[in-house]
């Protein structure tokens, strides 16, 4: 069976959540392919192993660096081991590859919460340039407003985001 025969069936597998399973084709396939590294470490993020997901997607980031997934999937790793270093490195691999959105709302977050506020709207106004309408930048944003006292601003963004606020001239209502 070619390989990408076997990448199809590992991919059914992970769509159906029997990622034991998909682990157990894959380890079987004896072959330097980024592809291979790369669905190891996402299931192996997926059940929250990170030091085997972290290994595995280094190794597919080695033998393919124009995968933007393999390093915004590293940033995730990082950012959830609490190296934001190495997060913002590898998300903003991911931005260079192809401008990916998540990796720009996930950098913004990152900043966010280091309470680097200017660097950290950088990153979500230029995802809601792309997508005025991403709900979770939409919240992030608001949220970060909130934090800065600019409550309208900060309601106008969750608003967006929810759908579940309004503005009156009684002031913020819950809908």
Known sequence: MSIDNLIKNVLEL???KKFDEALNFLQKIDKEDSRIYFLKGTI??????MDLAEKNLIIAGKLNDKNFSIFHNLGIIYEIKGDNE??????LKAIKINGNIESLSEIGKIFLNENNFQQAQKYFEEVLKKDNEHRRT???????YLKMDEHKKGWSHIHKATGLIRFSEKGVEII
Not at 44 to 49: E, G, S, T, V
Not at 138 to 144: E, K, P, S, T
């Open 138 to 144: 939409n919240i992030r944003l608001g949220n970060m």
């Open 44 to 49: 192996y993020l997926a059940q929250k192993k």
């Open 86 to 91: 190495s997060a913002k490195t590898n998300f």
């Open 14 to 16: 992970i769509d159906n």
